[in-house]
């Protein structure tokens, strides 16, 4: 998505985004792709369907939205300290051909979930709208 200025991939580093990169992320983000997730990125829909606690990675939550019914899009907490959101999911309904509104919040990560057993294994690729955001240690 427009304003995307670094490609974070777990155990690659960062590279900054070149414009074939960046309309390569863009295409993710349009087809919903389920490895592609967004750090220091709220999605917020129509309707939250849930909350799970204690959920220790973003692989976790997509796999909590993946269990749950109507669950298009989710958010995670990933940093440390944050009351009511650290460690915890957040399962929000999608509805078909609709695009969840992206936030701009710290401390979490979004995504999709998957639909096929063979995506629920990929590694997840993280991407953020800050320069300054370091990738997260675990899938």
């Known amino acids: ?19 074939n990169l ?5 295409e993710r983000e349009e087809a919903h792709d389920c490895t592609a997730v967004e750090q220091g990125v709220d999605y917020v829909t129509t309707e939250q369907l849930g909350l799970s606690e204690n ?11 993946e269990e749950t ?4 899009a989710w958010t995670w907490g990933v940093e440390e300290h944050m009351t009511g959101v650290t460690h915890v999911c957040f399962m929000k309904q999608l509805d078909v051909g609709f695009k969840p509104m992206r936030v701009a919040k710290w401390g979490v990560i979004s995504g999709y979930p998957c639909s096929s057993d ?3 294994k990929a590694k997840l ?11 997260v240690g675990s899938s």
């Open 1 to 19: 998505a427009a304003g995307l200025a670094t490609f974070f991939q777990l155990g690659h580093g960062i590279t900054p985004l070149t414009s």
């Open 22 to 26: 960046r309309k390569a992320v863009e």
């Open 55 to 65: 959920v220790l990675s973003a692989k976790q939550c997509r796999s909590k939205c």
């Open 69 to 72: 019914k109507r669950c298009g």
């Open 118 to 120: 063979e995506a629920k």
């Open 125 to 135: 690729v993280f991407f953020s709208t800050s320069t300054s955001t370091t990738t």
